[in-house]
C-alpha cells in the first residue's frame, strides 16, 4: 500500500540550529515527493518538490531535500532554524509521469516548535 | 493574484445538521481537489475535479458527502447528514494542469466540528 512516514510528531530546536525533519514512503512506481508546511491560520504552503534530476533540492525559506532512493526517504533540513520557521511541516507523495491522477498521499506531519 | 479560499472558516453543527463548504480555487485553475485531516491524522485525498468534471473521487468516505462544481469555477462540498466522525479540517486546492504536475495550492481550511 502507497504510505508516507513522518517518525517525528513533534520535534523543537532553538533558533539558530540545523533541523533535519524525517520522511519515508512506500510507493510502488517512481514519485513525486514534496515538502508543505502550514503555518497558524494559513493554507499549505509548498517547500519544494521532486521530480528527477539532482536528488539535492532546494526550496523557498531557505529548505532543501534529498531524496535517497535506496532508502526511500526524502529528509527536509535546513541549517539555521528562525523562529518563524515554527509550523507543521507535511511529506507528501504522489503518482510520477503523466496520467492526470494527481492526488497527493500525505504524511502524518511533524510539529516544529522554535525556542528562542 | 488570490489565493485558495475557503468558507466558512469555521463551522460547529449539530450530528444529523447539513453542512456546505465553499472553496473558489485560483482563477483559471481547471484542477480542483478536496482533502480532509481528521484528529491530527494525515490528510487524505477526498475528489479531483477537471472543470466540472469528478477526475476521481475515490477517496469520498460515503454517500453522506456531495461534491459539486458547477460551470467549472467554485466547488462545495455537501455532507448530509453530519455524523461525529465528520469532525476534522477540509483542505481544498487547486492547480493549473493535471498531466505538467502543476503546484497544487492549498487553502486555508474549513474547521468542522460535529457535536
Known amino acids: 500500500a502507497q504510505s508516507v512516514t513522518q517518525p517525528d510528531i513533534h520535534i523543537t530546536v532553538s533558533e539558530g540550529a540545523s533541523l533535519e525533519l524525517r520522511c519515508n514512503y512506500s510507493?510502488?512506481?517512481?514519485?513525486?515527493l514534496f515538502w508543505y508546511v502550514q503555518s497558524p491560520g494559513q493554507g499549505l504552503q509548498l517547500l519544494l518538490k521532486y521530480f528527477s534530476g539532482d536528488t539535492l533540492v532546494q526550496g523557498i525559506k531557505g529548505f532543501e531535500a534529498e531524496f535517497k532512493r535506496s532508502q526511500s526517504s526524502f529528509n527536509l533540513r535546513k541549517p539555521s532554524v528562525h523562529w518563524s520557521d515554527a509550523a507543521e511541516y507535511f511529506c507528501a507523495v504522489g503518482p510520477g509521469g503523466s496520467g492526470g491522477y494527481n492526488k497527493l498521499i500525505f504524511g502524518a506531519g511533524t510539529r516544529l516548535a522554535v525556542h528562542p | 493574484e488570490a489565493g485558495v479560499t475557503q468558507f466558512p472558516s469555521h463551522s460547529v453543527i449539530e450530528k444529523g445538521q447539513t453542512v456546505t463548504l465553499r472553496c473558489d480555487p485560483i482563477s483559471g485553475h481547471d484542477n480542483l481537489y478536496w482533502y480532509r485531516r481528521v484528529m491530527g491524522k494525515e490528510i487524505k485525498f477526498l475528489l479531483h475535479?477537471?472543470?466540472?468534471?469528478?477526475?476521481?473521487e475515490s477517496g469520498m468516505p460515503n454517500n453522506r458527502f456531495l461534491a459539486e462544481r458547477t460551470g467549472g469555477t467554485y466547488s462545495t462540498l455537501k455532507v448530509q447528514p453530519a455524523e461525529l466522525e465528520d469532525s476534522g479540517v477540509y483542505f481544498c486546492?487547486?492547480?493549473?494542469?493535471?498531466?505538467?504536475?502543476?503546484?497544487?495550492?492549498f487553502g486555508p481550511g474549513t474547521r468542522l466540528t460535529v457535536l
Open positions: 486546492a487547486s492547480s493549473q494542469d493535471s498531466y505538467g504536475w502543476y503546484t497544487q495550492y
Open positions: 475535479f477537471v472543470k466540472e468534471s469528478k477526475q476521481d
Open positions: 510507493y510502488g512506481a517512481t514519485p513525486y
